[in-house]
């Protein structure tokens, strides 16, 4: 965390700031490539509406690569005028669990991509003007918005339609139960004649019958821009991949086989059987985001005894307030991902976001 540049100005002050330029220049040209705004003098901007300002983000990722996003603060947009719906779903951690565990069972494969750029593939929705980005464009112009960016309060909503709107048109249909999930179809005469084919290699009556899989060949879990993929074969989910190619930009994990989703580590043995989740590389995040590497373990998720008092009123300040909903929202992100034997502990702390006091604080 502590590599990472914070503005525009460290980014290109630092002993490696050949290695940021070179990411945000890769930023801007994706942004350009994908025409994403039509630049345009400030003073022509409607006086009804305002310059949305951005800001560089930088990333260092896992690999040793670096990332940089151009952001639109979405924060100083205005209902109504800049956006209207914001909502977007997305796949629920005990949705893929159990589509892991499913996979696992009938031994298909897993395997996930991350689509590149994803936010820019959506055309925008209402009329929205931005700040270009900074290093990379004259203080006179600004940008007239035909994309969706990153920042945009729609742009997940967006960019979700958009998806959703490919992989109907690549035959996968939705889930009613479960929207973030997709099928592929299946012919139910196609389907009929193999069960009945393989019911008399079987010898078996109907009400025997029970050894055939007539469902879909072909699971698709989207997590804004993660998908993860689950095929009965190797080659169904290699099919679905190069098909999805030629609609978006996509990066691959490099293996058949996924190794990792949201942060998720997988780990799988197909000879035995087995499929294990661990988020031991986020945990640690969070140990060393809030300096709390040198904590000792105990046995249970919270301490033995603990309690807390109605009339306690020794609250905290703004800036303890935050970090105490921070390291709230980083735990229940573990508990929903691999943990639910913390989710007492974090539901117990939860109650008091509004208006924690220092024993809460501490006992956290």
């Given at each position: 965390?502590?590599?990472?540049?914070?503005?525009?100005?460290?980014?290109?002050?630092?002993?490696d700031?050949?290695?940021?330029?070179?990411?945000?220049?890769?930023?801007?040209?994706?942004?350009?490539?994908?025409?994403?705004?039509?630049?345009?003098?400030?003073?022509?901007?409607?006086?009804?509406?305002?310059?949305?300002?951005?800001?560089?983000?930088?990333?260092?990722?896992?690999?040793?690569?670096?990332?940089?996003?151009?952001?639109?603060?979405?924060?100083?947009?205005?209902?109504?005028?800049?956006?209207?719906?914001?909502?977007?779903?997305?796949?629920?951690?005990?949705?893929?669990?159990?589509?892991?565990?499913?996979?696992?069972?009938?031994?298909?494969?897993?395997?996930?991509?991350?689509?590149?750029?994803?936010?820019?593939?959506?055309?925008?929705?209402?009329?929205?003007?931005?700040?270009?980005?900074?290093?990379?464009?004259?203080?006179?112009?600004?940008?007239?918005?035909?994309?969706?960016i990153?920042?945009?309060?729609?742009?997940?909503?967006?960019?979700a339609?958009?998806?959703?709107?490919?992989?109907?048109?690549?035959?996968?249909?939705?889930?009613?139960?479960?929207?973030?999930?997709?099928?592929?179809?299946?012919c139910?005469?196609?389907?009929?004649k193999?069960?009945r084919?393989?019911?008399?290699?079987?010898?078996?009556?109907?009400?025997?019958?029970?050894?055939?899989?007539?469902?879909?060949?072909?699971?698709?879990?989207?997590?804004?821009?993660?998908?993860?993929i689950?095929?009965k074969?190797?080659?169904?989910?290699?099919?679905?991949?190069?098909?999805?190619?030629?609609?978006?930009?996509?990066?691959?994990?490099?293996n058949?086989?996924?190794?990792?989703?949201?942060?998720?580590?997988?780990?799988?043995?197909?000879?035995?059987?087995?499929?294990?989740?661990?988020?031991?590389?986020?945990?640690?995040?969070?140990?060393?985001?809030?300096g709390?590497?040198?904590?000792?373990?105990?046995?249970?998720?919270?301490?033995?005894?603990?309690?807390?008092?109605?009339?306690?009123?020794?609250?905290?300040?703004?800036?303890?307030?935050?970090?105490?909903?921070?390291?709230?929202?980083?735990?229940?992100?573990?508990?929903?991902?691999?943990?639910?034997?913390?989710?007492?502990?974090?539901?117990?702390?939860?109650?008091?976001?509004?208006?924690?006091?220092?024993?809460?604080?501490?006992?956290?």
């Amino acid at each position: 965390m502590e590599n990472e540049p914070t503005t525009y100005k460290e980014a290109t002050q630092r002993l490696d700031s050949k290695r940021w330029c070179a990411a945000m220049e890769k930023e801007v040209k994706s942004l350009l490539n994908a025409g994403t705004w039509k630049p345009i003098e400030r003073i022509t901007v409607p006086q009804n509406h305002r310059i949305l300002k951005g800001k560089w983000v930088y990333k260092l990722k896992r690999d040793g690569s670096c990332k940089a996003r151009w952001v639109v603060k979405g924060f100083e947009q205005v209902k109504g005028l800049d956006y209207q719906q914001v909502f977007a779903a997305v796949v629920r951690a005990d949705t893929f669990r159990t589509l892991l565990a499913i996979a696992t069972l009938l031994d298909w494969d897993i395997s996930n991509i991350d689509v590149d750029s994803a936010f820019l593939y959506g055309d925008i929705d209402t009329e929205v003007y931005i700040e270009l980005p900074e290093g990379f464009s004259e203080s006179h112009k600004c940008g007239k918005l035909l994309k969706s960016i990153y920042g945009l309060k729609q742009a997940p909503r967006i960019w979700a339609q958009t998806l959703y709107k490919i992989l109907r048109e690549l035959g996968l249909v939705q889930l009613q139960s479960e929207h973030s999930v997709f099928t592929n179809r299946q012919c139910t005469q196609a389907v009929d004649k193999k069960q009945r084919r393989y019911q008399r290699l079987t010898g078996k009556k109907d009400k025997e019958f029970l050894g055939y899989y007539a469902g879909p060949e072909l699971i698709v879990a989207v997590y804004v821009d993660d998908l993860l993929i689950i095929g009965k074969t190797q080659e169904v989910v290699k099919d679905f991949k190069k098909r999805l190619a030629l609609r978006v930009s996509m990066t691959e994990t490099g293996n058949d086989e996924a190794r990792d989703y949201l942060g998720i580590e997988i780990s799988r043995n197909r000879e035995k059987g087995t499929l294990r989740l661990s988020q031991k590389a986020y945990f640690k995040g969070v140990l060393k985001r809030y300096g709390l590497e040198g904590l000792n373990g105990i046995n249970a998720p919270i301490r033995e005894g603990l309690k807390f008092y109605v009339d306690d009123a020794d609250y905290v300040d703004d800036g303890e307030k935050n970090l105490y909903q921070s390291k709230v929202g980083s735990l229940t992100y573990g508990m929903q991902g691999t943990r639910p034997d913390t989710a007492y502990a974090v539901s117990l702390f939860s109650r008091f976001l509004a208006k924690p006091t220092r024993s809460h604080v501490k006992a956290l």
